[in-house]
Nanobody, 115 residues
């Protein structure tokens, strides 16, 4: 049974930081590409950042220079360090794991940026 469990979300003031974590089980984590997506109310889910199984990263233009994705294959965990948060970063953040036809999602963690 595959599980992706996100944690680390919460309420933060503009300019603040959060570190999101996604712990995976039931998959051979090291061979999966991992991604963080987000979905704000009334908007489509969008890709925020991704990291391949060999460590190549991608960032959406809206988060470049502020967010950092990383992975620890020994802990089966992918992280998203979010800095300089803005109100427009408010969304539910989802973890995603992809390998060929296998595509898995977590339940999401809420990030709210507000003063």
């Amino acid at each position: 049974q595959v599980q992706l469990v996100e944690s680390g979300g919460g309420l933060v003031q503009p300019g603040g930081s959060l570190r999101l974590s996604c712990a995976a089980s039931g998959i051979i984590f090291s061979i999966y590409a991992m991604g963080w997506y987000r979905q704000a109310p009334g908007k489509q889910r969008e890709l925020v950042a991704s990291i391949t199984n060999y460590g190549r990263t991608y960032y959406a233009d809206s988060v470049k220079g502020r967010f950092t994705i990383s992975r620890d294959n020994g802990k089966n965990t992918v992280y998203l360090q979010t800095n300089s948060l803005k109100p427009e970063d408010t969304a539910v953040y989802f973890c995603n794991a992809v390998h060929h036809d296998n595509n898995y999602w977590g339940q999401g963690t809420q990030v709210t940026v507000s003063s």
